[in-house]
């Protein structure tokens, strides 16, 4: 990107904060350190690190980390101003943090002094069992701890990062976002909370964050916003605008976003609140509820359910107070340039190439024209082809004015992939709005879900589905008129009702419908299923086949299987 003198001054001008920045807090650390202020066993690495720190980077910066750090800080403050003039709402909560006259309780002042987060606490329940008792209540356990401490790791997924999926009683992650137990599965706006250990929840389970609580006080008040959790334990804040930068892409008018973050360097702040943001420190106020004095671990920020319940009361009170909207009908791309720029620097430019080929292909070979805007699709593996599968696309194809079948063409299942398109192709022949393609490298493939294809084998797993449903949603749907995806009931498959499971949670982000289809039963026989088809062939069962299988799919067994 070309950078006109004033682009240049003003990354001259972030450069040099952050730089003083840096140097402000290496001061910081070595004086706090002359004072003799802690070098316990606790904190002897993170001593070593501060020294370190001051050594090699008080005079030693590197210049193009900062910039390239400049460049993202430009492009948070063009995104906020971007989606303020489209109509979205903007906060920024600082995080709580201690008073230095308030009068804690003994226990709390106990845990802040000698650093007992939850992480060193868990490490031994029984040294610490009251404390737990204190801050759990009832359910506290050994068990029950080291349960809370199962924290999927963070990950650089797709162009984002992200927690692991993970599936428990208390803690669970569906595509790289903590689950809000109590969201609608469907509403009119979305409520984005960005942030780290204190959206995400600092040792608590879903029902227990903040985002849940906040979710909760919005269903009392009927405001009609799904709370999405976008925190990262651990993660820190270039990875968290980064995030918010690429989400904003799919954020519309009536959304809200709320960053729950520790204060930014004033230059920063001072552009945001300019360019639409509300802050908010609600630190003295969370103090006013009587749990400020115990409910949390070695500092305020680090919350029991006690303190998240009451930060939500407070985040909720600030986002319904009223204000006036700064819409912008006309927004000129051109005055965001480190916006664009940034988002077309996070994407993988070979694999958008190579789905944007797959895509080409699909519609040189299918569309004619204009493709309506009422498309629906389903992603059938058709192991054979079966009058389930006939009776589920004739109920979507009913809803829709054009339905896509993408059917799987991993060649890893007992029908080659030439023949089940071929039953397919044969089988839906005579509806005339339905359109059989195949699936590529981009769903339910080795590429984005492999172990659909360990299912015979592994029964028990929950799978991280979110890449191969999010390349759908982003990628694909968008670019075939998508709106609607359809899949059958799953009772007896572990592996395929979870994915169904995940595409009722994830398409919705992204403005789909998920219409699940209840699967066609035979009489006395229960539901049509591909395991029971496969069994009659070996069989050579021709006479049951017949209740199974079409007279198309009938053909090609009998030449090419039995």
């Not at 969201?183 to 879903?206: E, I, N, Q, T």
């Not at 299942?413 to 005579?430: P, Y």
């Not at 929950?462 to 890449?467: A, G, K, L």
Request: aromatic share 12%; net charge negative.
């Amino acid at each position: 990107m070309k950078r006109s003198e004033e682009q240049i001054k003003l990354i001259d001008n972030y450069i040099s904060q952050l730089k003083d920045e840096k140097i402000a807090l290496a001061d910081n650390w070595v004086q706090a350190i002359g004072l003799g202020r802690g070098v316990t066993a606790a904190y002897e690495l993170s001593f070593v690190s501060r020294v370190a720190f001051y050594l090699l980077k008080r005079k030693h910066i590197d210049i193009a980390k900062l910039q390239k750090k400049a460049e993202m800080y430009l492009a948070f403050e063009e995104t906020v101003k971007y989606l303020t003039g489209k109509g979205v709402d903007f906060y920024f909560v600082q995080r709580v943090s201690g008073l230095s006259d308030y009068e804690y309780s003994a226990t709390a002042k106990n845990r802040m002094q000698n650093a007992l987060g939850f992480p060193v606490m868990s490490e031994d329940y029984d040294k610490y069992a009251d404390n737990f008792s204190e801050l759990i209540g009832e359910r506290a356990s050994a068990e029950y701890v080291e349960s809370l401490a199962k924290v999927p790791q963070i990950v650089f997924k797709g162009d984002k990062y992200a927690h692991e999926d993970y599936r428990s009683d208390v803690i669970n992650v569906f595509a790289g976002e903590r689950v809000v137990p109590d969201s609608p599965a469907k509403a009119d706006k979305k409520l984005h909370l960005y942030g780290r250990c204190g959206v995400f929840g600092y040792a608590v389970s879903d029902s227990e964050t903040m985002p849940n609580y906040l979710q909760k006080k919005i269903n009392e008040k009927e405001k009609g916003y799904k709370v999405i959790n976008h925190g990262l334990w651990g993660g820190d804040d270039s990875c968290i605008i980064h995030n918010f930068i690429k989400d904003s892409e799919n954020m519309s008018s009536g959304d809200t976003v709320v960053f729950y973050l520790n204060h930014f360097d004033s230059g920063i702040m001072n552009e945001l609140v300019e360019n639409g943001l509300v802050y908010s420190d609600i630190t003295d106020k969370w103090h006013e509820f009587e749990e400020a004095k115990w409910c949390f671990y070695d500092r305020p920020g680090h919350m029991n359910r006690d303190g998240y319940r009451n930060v939500a009361e407070l985040i909720y009170e600030l986002i319904s107070e009223e204000r006036e909207s700064v819409v912008t009908n006309n927004i000129n791309a051109s005055e965001f340039a480190y916006r664009e720029n940034y988002l077309k620097n996070v994407k993988n430019e070979e694999f958008d190439k190579s789905v944007e080929k797959y895509i080409e292909e699909i519609r040189r070979e299918n569309v004619t024209g204009d493709l309506p805007k009422n498309c629906g699709a389903i992603v059938m593996n058709c192991n054979p082809f079966t009058n389930g599968h006939r009776y589920l696309i004739e109920y979507a194809a009913s809803k829709v004015e054009w339905l896509w079948i993408f059917v799987v063409e991993e060649d890893r299942s007992v029908f080659k992939f030439t023949d089940r398109f071929e039953m397919v192709k044969n089988g839906t022949a005579d509806l005339a709005n339905v359109h059989v393609v195949p699936s590529g490298n981009f769903i339910i493939s080795t590429l984005t879900f492999p172990e659909y294809f360990m299912k015979d084998y592994v029964k028990e797993k929950d799978f991280d589905i979110s890449n191969d449903l999010t390349i759908f949603a982003t990628k694909i749907a968008p670019a075939l008129n998508i709106h609607t995806r359809f899949a059958g009931e799953e009772p007896m498959d572990p592996v395929t009702a979870n994915y169904n499971e995940n595409m009722a949670v994830i398409l919705p982000k992204y403005g789909m419908e998920f219409c699940e289809i209840k699967r066609l039963e035979l009489e006395g026989r229960g539901v049509i299923n591909a395991t029971r088809v496969r069994e009659l062939i070996k069989e050579n069962n021709l006479k049951e086949l017949e209740d199974y299988l079409p007279e198309t799919t009938i053909k090609i067994v009998k030449e090419k299987y039995i």
